[in-house]
């Protein structure tokens, strides 16, 4: 069974940063497409960003596209993502997700990933 473990959340003001850190224990993410997803208190969960399984495809919500950043180091069993110029609209709990796929998908429903961690909580100060 595949476990997720999101770490670096925090309280942060607007115009910061924070990187956020998903870690995978007992088996490898370079077999899984992964995803964040956010949460705000009220909404839906929704779609953040994505990642094929070797990197050479990602995907972006239009109202983090040129803020956030994710990356993977199979190496480490960990996905990132780098969050800049952060906005207090940004606040939610923030998940990572992962999808066992072939190497080029991408995904950006939350149907689409069938493990996902426990999330850490972002809160943007004004």
């Known amino acids: 069974q595949l476990q997720l473990v999101e770490s670096g959340g925090g309280l942060v003001q607007a115009g910061g940063s924070l990187r956020l850190s998903c870690a995978s224990s007992g088996r490898s993410l370079s077999y899984y497409a992964m995803g964040w997803f956010r949460q705000a208190p009220g909404k839906d969960r929704e779609f953040v960003s994505s990642i094929s399984r070797n990197s050479n495809k990602t995907k972006y919500a239009d109202s983090v596209k040129g803020r956030f950043t994710i990356s993977r180091d199979n190496a480490k069993n960990t996905v990132y993502l780098q969050m800049d110029s952060l906005k207090p609209e940004d606040t939610a709990v923030y998940y990572c997700?992962?999808?066992?796929?072939?190497?080029?998908?991408?995904?950006?429903?939350?149907?689409?990933?069938?493990?996902w961690g426990q999330g850490t909580q972002v809160t943007v100060s004004s």
């Open positions: 997700a992962a999808d066992f796929a072939p190497t080029a998908v991408v995904h950006d429903t939350l149907e689409k990933f069938g493990h």
